[in-house]
């Protein structure tokens, strides 16, 4: 049988058919050795091949094979640095959730996350949640980091799944397509969801006061289907994003504003640091490139690890 995986917890997969049954599955045990660097070797979004097996009472799906994957987004493991761990698969877009101060979300999370949809050619939103929440000086610092990343080409909105805030805009662009929807823990992802379906009715937390970071309140990812004609996909909150599988000369080629500009540069393999002649850092000193994308840029290439205390508005 054919399907696809709607849940994935690490050793039980959620299979949906083709003919619109759920299976529990597992994988076929030599499965996990062929060459799979990932923790997860079958992620949420993925098409799979699998048999049904009945035992006593119970039916089990054993999945024997993996179709190829036409994208996917995937990070450093948490505890695995030399490991990869694929959050989901098969997306026609993703939504980045942000939020100022509660919790604080980077310049530098931001960019790592859009330099791995950009690598793997998937269309990035970024949606600035909370907006009920802030003062006109907080407002005024959203409107300036939508401006700057606006004016990279990545579509931001102004967002409060709590009042309502711009959901349905965010319904219109879900329509027709499978969207995977991420950011750190506590900026509203299960919220929004809920919003968005109220059937739904995702688990939800409060923020920790003490800390100003929120609590996991979706374990594993899961995709659901809407009555709109759209698939979503919730995923945990992630702290930070490691991005993997890029050498040095790539990066910059997934900052679209480099990108642009790379034919400009006096060698062909600048890597926009020290290189004399080069465009991007010209740029750069004309304002026409922002500080903390080249900061957030830099840091990729340098191989330095996110550093998560920098607040989203942070122009140093």
């Known amino acids: 049988m054919l399907g ?3 849940k994935s917890t690490g050793s039980w997969y959620t299979v949906k058919a083709n003919d619109g049954e759920f299976y529990e599955c597992k994988i076929k045990g030599k499965f996990r050795i062929q060459g799979i660097k990932s923790t997860n070797p079958i992620a949420v979004g993925d098409k799979v091949k699998f048999e049904v097996e009945h035992i006593g009472d119970e039916t089990l799906g054993i999945i024997s094979e993996i179709a190829d994957r036409k994208n996917y987004i995937v990070r450093k493991s948490v505890n695995l640095s030399k490991q990869t761990h694929i959050i989901a698969s098969n997306l026609d877009q993703v939504f980045l959730m942000v939020t100022l101060n509660n919790p604080p979300t980077s310049t530098s999370f931001i960019d790592r996350f859009l330099v791995t949809a950009e690598a793997y050619q998937i269309p990035a939103v970024i949606l600035f949640n909370k907006i009920d929440t802030y003062t006109e000086e907080e407002l005024g610092e959203i409107k300036y980091m939508a401006a700057l990343y606006r004016e990279v080409g990545y579509t931001c909105l102004g967002i409060s799944a709590i009042t309502g805030k711009n959901v349905e ?4 662009m879900m329509k027709g397509k499978t969207s995977m929807f991420s950011g750190h823990s506590g900026v509203g992802k299960s919220t929004l969801i809920n919003a968005i379906d109220k059937d739904l009715d995702l688990k ?3 923020i920790s ?6 609590q996991h309140t979706t374990t594993f990812a899961e995709m659901f289907d809407m009555d709109f004609g759209a698939r979503i996909i919730d995923t945990p ?6 991005i993997v599988d890029m050498e040095k000369s790539e990066i910059g080629d997934y900052f679209p504003e480099f990108f642009k500009l790379k034919n400009q540069c006096k060698f062909n393999n600048c890597l926009h640091l020290d290189e004399p002649k080069c465009a991007v850092k010209e740029a750069l000193d004309n304002d026409e490139v922002s500080w903390s994308r080249y900061r957030s840029y830099v840091q990729m290439v340098s191989g330095e690890d996110e550093n998560y205390r920098v607040d989203i508005h942070s122009k140093k």
Do not use: D, M, N, S
């Not at 006061?209 to 929120?214: D, I, R, S």
């Open 209 to 214: 006061l003490q800390h100003l970071q929120g």
């Open 204 to 206: 939800t937390a409060a």
């Open 237 to 242: 909150g992630i702290k930070g994003f490691g």
């Open 4 to 6: 696809t995986v709607y």
């Open 169 to 172: 805009e965010v319904k219109e």
